[in-house]
């Protein structure tokens, strides 16, 4: 089935192509932005914390060293007034003791929303580089005096602060797209407007000329480069249509005489031939008659190839014998007319009788050739379920088939080797038989067989549960896959034009299905020769 060209809108796709640009550069332009954003955030949390953490760190050194009670209390206080930033959730606040013990010292917490957490005293390694959480980041430094480790601070600060920024630039980033989404629309709608009005003039100009016929006329300049190298063309093949539809006209004109001059003769010819082919028609007319007895016998469902392989096979031979009759006419008449004038010369009525016998020859050839077409097409239209059944010798059957056929085997170099039980008797339709096995042999010989020096054929016959088994098989070139799986339909052959009438093996198909009431069957996976299986019902007998 033919596929249908689909054709798209120049405006669907200048649109969707701009959108879709402008879609994929805005969507990266605010993706980068974004994550420039969130990585410059976290960065600048990390370093205000480590700040704080420092600085933090730094008030805490004369709290850890006092051995006062209440520094604790008074390094919270401190922390409370010092914490200014609001990223700041939590402090914790560790004291290394003189064993290397770490214990918790004091905390400080946002506010009372954020209450207060465990120790990270077992996380210390851990947190000695900043670790990034879902909600906050944490990180412990040491508090120090003269390089003496006094103890350690944790902190916590917030990124939901950063998290609410880039929800909001998200938020702000779709509506910049969305609304540059729209811009870009206008803008390809515009673009569009004014790139596709010279074209539409364009295209309505042709189209009037195309109704017009007018190929003479041109295509007015147009305001794009483009268009008006298109619009220069275009008028080049306007030039060249009109030249060639002059040109076509003159030709048109000159056939039809010549047609006209062909016709008559074509006419004078066709008289003459109606008036000396009278019997010849007569003779169609039976043939026809005889094709329709041949399809009401036929069994098989190609009736439409049976009536054209007929009038092809047949109507070949007698319009060469028509034709070859009605040249001998014209030739007898120039005779006649010299004869009756005197002028009569002996190369003259010498070449004529070269040429008659060559006329005969071709008449006397395809007339015969049709007469041989019919003599087939009567073969394969005999009801063979007319025939009588009677008792007979299988392998004297197969011996007087072979007698009959030793002069084309010898001529053909084609051995043949028979497989059958010596005291089978059935009774059947022998003449079926014998048919089948003739146009089985001679088929193998005149195509299986063409151009090999040496041939085999097999024959096998055996008897199976009242079944008649005929196994054939030969070593030839093998059937053409073309016509494998048309072998037994009528006028199927390799040899059209040299003799073969494509009838052999369809009457050996009907003689088996019909006459015989069984069936046969080509193995078509053979490379090599071919092979047969027929099988039919027949009845045991004694001799």
Partial sequence: MPQKNQTVSLHNHLVLSIMAFSTVVLLMASI?????????????????????????????????ESDNDISQVKLKEELKQLITTPIINH?????????????????????????????????????STIQYQKNHLELIVKVTQDEKVLGYLFIQSSLLEKHDFLQKLIYTTLAFLLLSLLLAFAV????????????????EDI????????????????????????TKNINLLLLRTEKHINKFTEEHEHTQYQNQALENRLSARTDALKESNQELLS???????????????EKMASLGDMVAGIAHEVNTPIGLGVTASSLLADKMN??????????????????????????????????????????????????????????????????????TLAGKLESANVAISVSCPEELYINSKPGA???????????????????????????????????????YSDDGIGIDESI???????????????????LGMHLVYNLVTQALGGHIVLEEEQSQGVIFDITFPVELTTS
């Fill in 32 to 64: 980068t932005i974004i994550i420039m954003v969130d990585k410059h955030g976290d960065k600048t949390i990390a370093s205000e914390t480590r700040a704080w953490a420092n600085i933090l760190a730094q008030n805490s050194t004369r709290f850890l």
């Fill in 91 to 127: 402090i914790h606040v560790y004291r290394l003791n003189e064993d290397d013990s770490i214990e918790y010292f004091t905390s400080y917490n946002r506010n009372h929303r954020f209450p207060a957490i465990s120790n990270k005293i077992a996380e210390i390694p851990q947190l």
């Fill in 188 to 203: 390809s709608r515009w673009i569009f407007s004014k790139t596709t009005q010279p074209m539409f003039k364009l295209a």
């Fill in 207 to 230: 189209g009037q000329i195309s109704q017009s016929r007018n190929y003479q006329a041109q295509l007015a300049k147009q305001p794009y480069k483009e268009l008006d190298i298109l």
């Fill in 283 to 297: 003779t169609l007319e039976k043939l026809h008659e005889f094709q329709g007895q041949l399809v009401e016998t």
């Fill in 334 to 403: 120039e005779i006649k007319v010299a004869f009756d004038n005197k002028t009569l010369k002996s190369s003259q009525l010498k070449k004529f009788l070269t040429d008659g016998d060559e006329n005969v020859a071709i008449i006397f050839r395809n007339l015969e050739r049709a007469a041989k077409l019919i003599s087939s097409f009567k073969k394969v239209a005999v009801d063979q379920s007319s025939a009588e059944n009677r008792t007979f010798h299988v392998r004297g059957l197969l011996d007087e088939v072979l007698l």
């Fill in 433 to 471: 038989i014998t048919q089948i096995l003739i146009n089985l042999i001679l088929n193998s010989i005149y195509h299986a067989f063409e151009g090999l020096e040496y041939g085999k054929i097999s024959i096998n016959v055996m008897n199976l549960s009242d079944q008649l088994h005929i196994h």
């Fill in 484 to 502: 494998k799986t048309k072998i037994f339909d009528p006028f199927t052959t390799t040899k059209r034009g040299s003799g073969g009438s494509g």
